[in-house]
């Protein structure tokens, strides 16, 4: 069974930054893609960030590009986050998913392991 758990979220200012964190458990971190989404209150659920199999690959949502880093550490099976000058508008519920079929994609539908979702707030 895989299971996944975040962290490293909170309360920041606007413009600060954070890292998020998602290790997994079972043995996927070699095989699989993993991605990071959000969903804030009262919308959908959004894919965030990317990253291949080997990480050489990675994809971002056009409202984050530049500003957040996906990351992962095969070794640790982890995937992480980094969020720098973060706006109100990335207040969200942020989750890691894990796609074992490998394939980097954006659609929520093809993730079949995910997280219990850690909180970002941005506000000052």
């Known amino acids: 069974q895989v299971q996944l758990v975040e962290s490293g979220g909170g309360l920041v200012q606007p413009g600060g930054s954070l890292r998020l964190s998602c290790v997994a458990s079972g043995r996927i971190g070699s095989r699989s893609a993993m991605g990071w989404f959000r969903q804030a209150p009262g919308k959908e659920r959004e894919f965030v960030a990317g990253t291949s199999v080997s990480g050489g690959t990675t994809d971002y949502a056009d409202s984050v590009k530049g500003r957040f880093t996906i990351f992962r550490d095969n070794a640790k099976n982890a995937v992480y986050l980094q969020m720098n000058s973060l706006k109100p508008e990335d207040t969200a519920v942020y989750y890691c998913?894990?796609?074992?079929?490998?394939?980097?994609?954006?659609?929520?539908?093809?993730?079949?392991?995910w997280g219990q979702g850690t909180q970002v707030t941005v506000s000052s």
């Open positions: 998913a894990v796609d074992s079929r490998g394939a980097l994609t954006r659609l929520e539908k093809l993730y079949d392991y």
